[in-house]
């Protein structure tokens, strides 16, 4: 027998003799390290927390935001004037509940650090799926650590650049006759946790639909014939996490589509190296 062989051989019988608890122990040591990651993270952004609340969850409400900075500069470049230019809506944040100001900075800094960690989290997760693929499939999806860390904070950084800033003003904005919009701290991280953390995992769309289209759940065929039917689903998905107005829900309506549209594109590539594969293996058998 080949020493290649051999090997295969012994470290597959090596594999199998690994228990179940074997596994769940293994898999607990890259959820501690994933964890151990998100505390440090958060303790950072829980010691600043100024820095935290004031530039960041705060950011949004100041009139220099980069977001409000950048259409002012690019009013300004295309002769606008100031046409683009856009002033947030002054608004009082208030606390209503003795410990909801360390409850909201805990909770802060703990999504803050699960952000930050992703790249790691996500590592330690590939390090336990890994062994038990083949070397072809280890090929295949090279590099999904990094696609998958830069697609989710993309889509975290696209949510609070573009989405929150907007979405809270038209909200901040929206009042009635005699009414005081002074929103509690708890409801603002709220509506800016849920304009960012989902958009980093909607961003996640390709990398889904590679997956599937490689255990053939889905292929190009289907995703084009329902093109029309995911529009509908993006247009709702849109307007349950943006505010009722038609600026915000084009905002994200339009990447969410382009994503769709990519996806489509790395669906059709696994399905053409599919075939490739499968004409190769016919080829060889018939020799």
């Given at each position: 027998m080949p ?10 019988q ?7 608890f074997?596994?769940?122990a293994?898999?607990?040591?890259h959820?501690?390290r994933?964890a ?8 950072f ?5 100024n820095?935290?609340f ?7 409400r100041?009139?220099?935001f980069?977001?409000y900075r ?10 606008l ?10 608004f ?8 909801e ?9 703990f ?8 790249p ?5 997760f590939w390090?336990f799926?890994?062994?038990?693929l083949h070397d072809a499939?280890?090929?295949?999806i ?15 950084g696209f949510?609070y650049?573009?989405i929150?800033p907007?979405?809270i ?5 929206y009042t ?9 701290l ?16 909607v961003?996640e769309?390709?990398v ?6 490689s255990?053939?759940?889905i292929?190009?065929?289907v ?15 849109a307007?349950i996490?943006t505010p009722?107005?038609v600026?915000?829900q084009?905002m994200?309506?339009v990447p969410l ?21 499968l004409e ?7 020799t």
């Amino acid at each position: 027998m080949p020493l290649d062989q051999e090997y295969v051989r012994e470290n597959t019988q090596g594999e199998k003799e690994m228990s179940f608890f074997d596994h769940v122990a293994e898999l607990r040591m890259h959820i501690l390290r994933a964890a151990l990651a998100i505390v440090v993270f958060g303790g950072f952004f829980f010691a600043n927390k100024n820095f935290v609340f004031e530039q960041v969850i705060f950011g949004p409400r100041r009139a220099d935001f980069l977001t409000y900075r950048a259409l002012c500069g690019l009013s300004n470049a295309l002769g606008l004037g100031q046409k683009m230019c856009f002033t947030p809506v002054k608004f009082d944040i208030i606390t209503r509940q003795l410990g909801e100001v360390l409850m909201q900075h805990l909770f802060v800094s703990f999504w803050l650090g699960v952000i930050c960690a992703f790249p790691y989290i996500f590592w330690e997760f590939w390090r336990f799926v890994q062994p038990g693929l083949h070397d072809a499939e280890r090929k295949s999806i090279r590099g999904v650590v990094a696609v998958c860390s830069l697609l989710f904070l993309m889509g975290i950084g696209f949510g609070y650049f573009i989405i929150a800033p907007f979405s809270i003003n038209f909200l901040a904005g929206y009042t009635l006759e005699g009414a005081i919009t002074s929103p509690t701290l708890d409801s603002y991280v709220t509506y800016m946790t849920m304009f960012t953390m989902p958009m980093g995992l909607v961003f996640e769309m390709p990398v889904v639909a590679y997956f599937l289209g490689s255990i053939g759940v889905i292929g190009p065929q289907v995703m084009r014939s329902v093109r029309r039917y995911a529009i509908v689903i993006i247009l709702i998905l849109a307007a349950i996490i943006t505010p009722p107005d038609v600026v915000s829900q084009t905002m994200v309506f339009v990447p969410l589509y382009a994503l769709y549209e990519v996806s489509i594109v790395v669906v059709s590539r696994v399905r053409r190296r599919q075939l490739k594969a499968l004409e190769k293996r016919g080829d060889q058998a018939l020799t």
